[in-house]
DNA sequence: TGTACATCAGTGAACGCGCGTTCACTGATGTAC
DNA sequence: TGTACATCAGTGAACGCGCGTTCACTGATGTAC
């Protein structure tokens, strides 16, 4: 039974994230206090460091795991989709962003909200952090190969055009500026729309956010993908 | 001279701010420290609570501080506007706000970052925090009596109608549904990206940020307020 | 299969640090007659 | 105008708290011959 150790070892160090996780979402995300999470496990908090490192090791490994989160989330809502279906795909991909953000608001913070001081996300987190956009930017491509042109024409800055360029690329698009740079905005407007909602922003403004971010999901899909105009 | 110690202490309620702020905007905002003011001041940490009764206190006053900063900001820039170019007005508008927001960035993380966890607004902060978004309401309301429909028409949900008729009963406006809807998405949107900025989001992504926003706030207008098809 | 050794998980005490807040106090500045 | 008293700013010590991290250690689990 050589593995025996290996999986216990396995086990508490999921444990020990979920706690971490637990902790965040009562006391509000940049609250990540090892001491604490030894307490609950039972354990003197000098023993955390037999799995983690250091905090910032820890909260790299929460990180990652909540982008991972993230981006499965937005891939199985777009897998379960009409590919054709642009319009669907960006509310339905949307929705299910939404939805997640709303079950575990801490760790949608962890990352997009204030950084945590004095923490620089290392590289690791990078492979992660890219597959909720590269959903996107599939149903762009695709919005692409149909024609679709945004419903209000952007301004592309020409300082902004070789970033789009290299965005471009990863995808092996051949997707125009402007329905690049709307898609990036509507992206951006969706994320926040969330952190707004999140943060108790529309408080006393808006009662059913749930509705709201809705409409919003749905207008902004359109705008990016051709309004029917009527 | 009766008004020499008022005086005296006016000046030290407010240096005492300036310092609060120097901190935040030197360590990330969230990390309001009362004895790391003292020593700034040269003062023992017990002195400051002459000033404020609690470490909640200063931050209340320097969140009022900061919405009213932004409220002027905002009011300024759009005071100097053709009154009757809404799209020039949104587009000023949202560019003076980002100004400011680049230019002290904890204070604008100190209204849409991340709450500080324990700390509840009261409500003194409320009335500072309209003055932004009442600027807003002005130019739709403008847009509106002007005839202005969205570029692309939102659904609103039954939900949210009741809520839009309250807020546009600030204004004594006549704004229809789907264009305020319209520009409450807008406005999200402005703070979304001016959020991700700050956040470092578009690292690695997007070199030129100025010019990116510029692109937004300019489409986000023509969104907003009728595009002009073509 | 059994023994000798290496690996590793968890302990317990300690270090160094810094925070917000309270409280009794001193001494200077303002006020009232 | 001068004196007696009240107000107030700032001091210094202390309380209670909790954090991340290090380190020498014990004892149990795994490994190699």
Redesign the interface.
Known sequence: MSGLRARVRAELTAEIKRLARAQMEA?????LNLRAIARELGMVSSAVYRYFASRDELLTALIIDAYDELGRTAEDADAGCDPADTVGRFVTVATAIYRWARTSPSQY?LL????V??YAAPIDTVAAAIRVTTVLQHILDEAGRQGATP??A????P??Q??LAT?RALTDSTVSDQLL??G??SW??????I??IL???FRN????VD??F???A???A??VIG?R?D
Chains 1, 2 share one sequence.
């Open positions: 006391q509000g995300p940049n609250d913070l997009f909200g204030t950084p001081p004095g419903a209000v952007p301004i592309v800055p300082t902004v070789p970033d965005v740079l709307t990036l905005q951006t407007a969706m994320f926040g729309a952190t707004f943060n108790g922003q403004v808006v009662g059913d509705a709201l809705g409409a919003f749905d207008l902004l359109r705008q309004a105009h």
